[in-house]
């Protein structure tokens, strides 16, 4: 335990630009309901955290973003001893968590609204796993997501990243479009080339066969979806 002077001197120290925000932070997550768990057992699980995520904030460039990134996730998610166990149960996770919350502010905006998807930061066995084999989500953004974490940690390609994405691209426009529509979708462009990327427009020509109005009604349901 520290006064908040050295509390600010400490975490200026390890590299926080602004420390009385990082103080901030962990004074949040400190004083966070329990949610019916043990205070005191839910506090210790996080001072067993915090250590780890402050060597982790030391080593990457944005130290500030991460730690108050991991107070937004973590308030988000309630159940907050079993997240802490989850992490120290895979001590590796955290080191993780931090290196995505510093280099992916995309990735990381996912986790702020879906912050479920940090299971698979956590689970290697799912972190590793082919995407070809990936979760079924009908997400886009989580599909990104989990693509994104795996090109970050070296797991993927960019190739196979471009892919991955492709392929979800023309499952959902399977599933989006009945086996009788009196449509048929061509790809153009990246999506046509194999070769999306993260938040890439999927450019399209739709050809229709019979009524118009029938043809139209089936393309912007597909446009709105």
């Known amino acids: ?5 050295q509390a600010l ?8 630009e602004d420390a009385r925000q990082a103080y901030g932070n962990l004074v949040a997550l400190r004083d966070a309901p329990a949610f019916g768990h043990s205070p005191s057992r839910v506090k210790n699980l996080l001072s067993n955290v915090l250590a780890p995520l402050l060597e982790s904030c030391a080593r990457v ?6 730690l108050n990134s991991f107070e937004r996730v973590t308030s988000a998610i309630g159940a907050r001893e079993a997240f802490f166990r989850s992490l120290l149960e895979s001590p ?5 968590i931090a290196r995505l919350f510093s280099l992916g502010d995309y990735l990381s905006e996912t986790l702020f609204k879906a912050p479920e998807v940090v299971e698979f930061l956590i689970d290697e066995g799912r972190l590793g796993v082919s995407m070809r084999d990936a979760p079924s989500t009908q997400s886009r953004r989580v599909y990104e997501f989990y ?10 390609t960019r190739r196979q990243v471009s892919r991955f994405l492709t392929r979800y691209a023309e499952r959902e426009f399977r599933r989006l479009l009945p086996g009788d529509a009196p449509v048929a979708v061509f790809a153009l462009g990246k999506f046509g080339e194999r070769e999306l990327n993260y938040r890439s427009d999927f450019d ?3 050809f229709y066969d019979g ?7 089936v393309v912007e349901k597909l446009v709105a979806d």
């Open 9 to 16: 001197e400490w975490l200026t120290g390890i590299g926080f």
């Open 204 to 206: 399209v020509i739709a």
């Open 147 to 156: 693509v994104g974490a795996q090109q970050l940690f070296s797991i993927a």
């Open 211 to 217: 009524d118009f109005r029938a043809a139209s009604a």
């Open 1 to 5: 335990t520290m006064e908040e002077t």
């Open 92 to 96: 590796r996770s955290i080191a993780r």
């Open 61 to 66: 460039t944005r130290p500030g973003k991460v």
